[in-house]
């Protein structure tokens, strides 16, 4: 599975991004696809996944502010976030579980900062 991500930018505080990740492969069939992040000097952290079923998971400094979806027909994750913060500024990486085996796609950077 290659997964390319995309949607990444400069913001200000309180605006929105909407980030896409967009798999090589049907991703209906994927136990877990989810968005984590690194900020510089930190370790890569989850912020949010979403199950096969639709269960969902996040970190609780996004709760209230980002939502995490996924398009079946476009094999497409997204991660909608609003309210951005200064302390949201990091890469992003799109990430998918499926059978054992972990994938990764390539960062994209996000950057809130007035």
């Known amino acids: 599975v290659q997964l390319q991500a995309s949607g990444g930018g400069s913001v200000q505080p309180g605006g929105s991004l909407r980030l896409s990740c967009a798999a090589s492969?049907?991703?209906?069939?994927?136990?877990?696809m989810g968005w984590y992040r690194q900020a510089p000097g930190k370790e890569r952290e989850l912020v949010a996944s979403l199950t096969r079923g639709g269960r969902t998971n996040k970190a609780e400094s996004v709760k209230g502010r980002f939502t995490i979806s996924r398009d079946n027909a476009k094999n497409t994750m997204y991660l909608q976030m609003n309210s951005l913060k200064p302390e949201d500024t990091a890469t992003y990486y799109c990430?998918?579980?499926?059978?054992?085996?972990?994938?990764w796609g390539q960062g994209t950077q996000v950057t809130v900062s007035s």
């Open positions: 990430n998918a579980n499926d059978n054992g085996l972990t994938y």
């Open positions: 492969t049907e991703i209906r069939s994927i136990n877990v």
